[in-house]
C-alpha cells in the first residue's frame, strides 16, 4: 500500500488542523494503520493508531483529549484531527500501515506542523 499524508500548515496555539492520509491499493481495510511525529531532534513517536476496523484506538498520553483518530475504509483514508494545538506539537506527521501486529511497514511520505505560540 502506498500512502499520501496531507493537511500540515502553521497555525496559532490552540487552533486545529486535520491531516489526511490517502491509501492506494484494495487492501487499506486489512491494515491498522498509525500517526506518528517527528520533532526536530527528537526520535520519531507514535502519536495515534487504530485498528482495521476502526473500533480499537490508541492514542499517546501527550494527545489524548485533543487528537482523534479515525477512518474511512470506502475512501482508503485515514484521518489525525488535532485540536488545541501546542507548540510542542510542531513536528512532521507520518501515517504509517501495519503489515503486521505493531508492524509500520510502510510509510507516507510526512507532512509538516508548525504550532506557533
Known amino acids: 500500500v502506498q500512502l499520501q499524508a496531507s493537511g500540515g500548515g502553521l497555525v496559532q496555539a490552540g487552533g486545529s488542523l486535520r491531516l489526511s492520509c490517502a491509501a492506494s491499493g484494495r487492501t487499506f481495510s486489512t491494515y491498522s494503520m498509525g500517526w506518528f511525529r517527528q520533532a526536530p531532534g527528537k526520535e520519531r513517536e507514535i502519536v495515534a493508531a487504530?485498528?482495521?476496523?476502526?473500533?480499537?484506538?490508541y492514542y499517546h498520553d501527550s494527545v489524548k483529549g485533543r487528537f482523534t483518530i479515525s477512518r474511512d475504509n470506502a475512501k482508503n483514508t485515514v484521518y489525525l484531527e488535532m485540536k488545541s494545538l501546542k507548540p510542542e506539537d510542531t513536528a512532521v506527521y507520518y501515517c504509517?500501515?501495519?503489515?503486521?501486529?505493531?508492524?509500520?511497514?510502510?510509510w507516507g511520505q510526512g507532512t509538516l506542523v508548525t504550532v506557533s505560540s
Open positions: 504509517a500501515a501495519a503489515g503486521g501486529p505493531g508492524h509500520y511497514d510502510n
Open positions: 487504530i485498528s482495521w476496523s476502526g473500533s480499537s484506538t
